[in-house]
């Protein structure tokens, strides 16, 4: 959107659409003016090319819906258990009829009454009206923006913006992926998701990202690509004449041997005997735009691969891989 204020970004559509067809995935609206990214159609030293954006947004936690479910299930208990008011009226809707019957049907509207409200609070405020979390990553920085819009209900009459932004230049050092266990609750209804953070290092600092909704492979994925093939520094074939233990064939053939292509520059690392993921993650390597433009060449390729496990500790019930 060529938008130049956040106001006018806002006014005419969402920062995040919901795609049609599922319920908890998103299309991120990137305001690439606004966020200073340099058009495309200028310069080509300075252009700046969006490599790839995510949205997340808070979902009810479960939590929630058990605190509601309590204090709705105490108020119809406390109503069936002493059924009249301090002065010996018997706690009845109006319109119903006194007796057992009418105390009996009060406390269970009055507990279904309860829970509504509850779930509806929190859907409006955290679905309806919650934070936008949006992560734009272009192949010179990273920005953050979270946006919450105007709610009257909910008493929040002003916009609430803010945006972090983190420059690696595609000159990122070093990167990191740790994946959070699996609830019960995903296994049960076969979720794709793998939550977890994603660490990189470039010269100008740390960032720590954190996908709580989604697949933190992507991520990590993403992540790999910011290195500039320019400014790498390649080991090339003769190189190994000085080692007389280390022979380039042998070890570039075990590692072509041990991943499998999935398209230019993209390799899956093959699944071994004792894991339990079917494939592993999948691993980008460098490559240049060729004559063509839909042409790719890859400028780096796989030289060694090494796989081994360790025993886990007696609290764990896995071992661990490790691939190099």
């Known amino acids: 959107d060529d938008s130049e204020t956040w106001e006018a970004f806002l006014a ?64 119809a208990a406390c109503l069936l258990i002493s059924p009249r008011s301090a002065t010996g009226h018997e706690l009845i809707l109006p319109g119903l009829p006194k007796g057992s019957f009418g105390c009996i049907v009060s406390a269970v509207l009055l507990g279904i009454g309860i829970f509504a409200c509850g779930c509806a609070v929190f859907i409006v405020r955290g679905v309806l009206n919650c934070m936008e979390h949006v992560v734009v990553v272009t192949d010179r920085r990273v920005f953050y923006i979270c946006v919450r819009q105007p709610c009257w209900f909910l008493l929040n009459f002003t916009l609430q913006l803010r945006v972090d932004c983190f420059l690696h230049n595609r000159e990122v050092l070093y990167g990191n992926v740790t994946t959070n266990q699996r609830s019960l609750w995903d296994r049960c209804i076969g979720s ?31 992540v790999m690509q910011l290195v500039a093939p320019h400014s790498a520094k390649f080991l090339k074939k003769g190189d190994d004449e000085k080692d007389l233990n280390w022979t380039w064939e042998d070890s570039q053939k075990q590692a072509k041997e041990a991943l499998t292509e999935a398209g230019k520059g993209v390799r899956i690392i093959n ?22 433009e839909d042409d790719e060449i890859e400028v780096e390729e796989p030289l060694f691969h090494w796989h081994f496990q360790e025993r886990g500790p007696l609290a764990s019930a896995f071992n661990s891989a490790t691939d190099l």
């Open 12 to 75: 005419k559509k969402s920062l995040t659409d919901r795609v049609s067809g599922y319920w908890n995935v998103y299309k991120v609206n990137v305001p690439w003016k606004v966020l200073g990214i340099a058009e495309q159609d200028g310069d080509s030293s300075q252009a700046e090319t969006i490599a790839g954006a995510w949205a997340e947004r808070r979902l009810i936690q479960w939590s929630e819906v058990v605190g509601v479910s309590v204090a709705a299930i105490l108020v």
């Open 192 to 222: 794709k998701w793998w939550r977890g953070k994603v660490l990189l290092h470039a010269p100008n600092g740390l960032l720590e990202l954190t996908r709580r909704n989604g697949r933190v492979f992507d991520v990590f994925s993403l």
């Open 271 to 292: 699944k071994s005997s004792h894991d339990l993921q079917d494939e592993g993650p999948t691993l980008y390597l460098m490559t240049e735009r060729g004559d063509r």
